[in-house]
């Protein structure tokens, strides 16, 4: 296609006015494409501010209602909870994962309570807030992050999640074939409906620090977790690990962190048909707010230019900790 040259194309013309460049916009950001992180504590009217995370706080579970409400309010459809599990009861195993009356599952039930289906709520299916070590899955004798001993244990917690009232367990551990084996329990359990949403492109990433601050497994790591989780130098292989995992029975994928793999978003768009959401993780977050503190910008303008990115990237929604921000800048 050949395009008339200037003066008889001028794209400035479009945008002189506020109303043109409305009318042109191409993408849009509603609160509907938000999911907003939430870190869930033990207690009661307990709310401790994470020194990472500025404006993010760990709140006990009628903290978490309280978080779940006005995300009703604000039109934000759905909640991602993360728990911050007291360290005794963290194990090598991570048992404390599955059990039908942890926080997480306390936390999903109160709010299931308080809002009924006026919300989504996501829960993340991993290992660290729960083990000794930090590590998404089960250590064998070598120090080697055990594949399918780990699924496993994943399926365990991901039905005691469904069953606790969860809309969609969100798989964040990385190992192989867990999509798979927790779809096929879930229907054997009767959920149905309860969805997966993978994260089937999960980086090891320097941005992840603030949030290992949040849930308490950061102290607690040794190593890293390049054994599972994916090289940022690698494309083509988030695609292979989307293929497998939309094969497997995810319902929806997920890319993260977000702002530094907006062309794995966008060739996952183009490759496959299937919802595509963003983490934009706590680093980015921390990195938006210290922008703020350090005069480099508005909050409003530094983060919606950001967010906006992750739409045109083709993204159906972005998890953030700026979530309820946004849905104000978005006059909800
Ligand atoms: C762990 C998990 C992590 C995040 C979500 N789930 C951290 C990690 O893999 O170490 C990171 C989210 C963030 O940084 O905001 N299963």
């Known amino acids: 296609m050949t395009y008339a040259s200037y003066p008889a194309t001028r794209l400035r013309r479009s945008r002189a006015q506020e109303w ?55 039109g934000i459809p759905c909640v991602a909870l993360f728990p911050n599990t007291p360290p005794g009861r963290r194990s090598d195993d991570g048992a404390e994962a599955y059990n039908p009356d942890n926080l997480m599952c306390r936390a999903i039930r109160a709010i299931r309570d308080a809002c009924g289906s006026d919300i989504g709520i996501l829960t993340d299916v991993a290992l660290d807030p729960y083990t000794s070590h930090g590590q998404d899955g089960l250590v064998d004798a070598r120090g080697y ?35 798979r084996a927790i779809r096929m329990a879930l229907e054997m359990g009767g959920h149905h409906n309860v969805q997966i949403m993978s994260y089937a492109a999960k980086y090891a990433s320097a941005f992840y620090g603030p949030f290992r601050d949040a849930v308490g497994s950061g102290g607690l790591l040794k190593g890293d977790k390049k054994s599972y989780q994916m090289d940022p130098a690698n494309g083509d292989e988030a695609l292979r690990e989307i293929a497998l995992d939309i094969a497997e029975g995810a319902d929806s994928i997920m890319i993260k962190p977000g702002l530094a793999y907006l062309d794995v978003i966008w060739r996952a768009r183009q490759q496959f048909s299937v919802p595509v959401f963003a ?48 849905a104000r800048f978005l006059g909800a």
């Open 279 to 326: 983490y934009q993780v706590s680093g980015e977050y921390a990195m938006i707010e210290a922008g703020v503190a350090a005069g480099i910008g508005s909050r409003e303008a530094l983060l919606m230019e950001k967010l906006i990115a992750f739409k045109r990237a083709g993204c159906s929604g972005i998890l953030t900790y700026h979530a309820p921000d946004a």
């Open 20 to 74: 043109s460049r409305r009318m042109h916009r191409e993408t849009v950001l509603t609160p509907a494409d938000l999911i907003w992180p939430l870190f869930v504590i033990e207690g009661q009217g307990a709310r401790e501010d994470i020194a990472t995370l500025p404006g993010v706080a760990r709140w006990s579970i009628d903290g978490i209602v309280a978080r779940a409400k006005e995300a009703v309010k604000l």
């Open 145 to 179: 992050v055990a594949n399918d001993e780990t699924v496993a244990v994943l399926v365990d917690q991901a039905i005691s999640q469904a069953e606790a009232g969860a809309d969609i367990v969100a798989p964040s551990d990385m190992m192989d074939g867990r999509v």
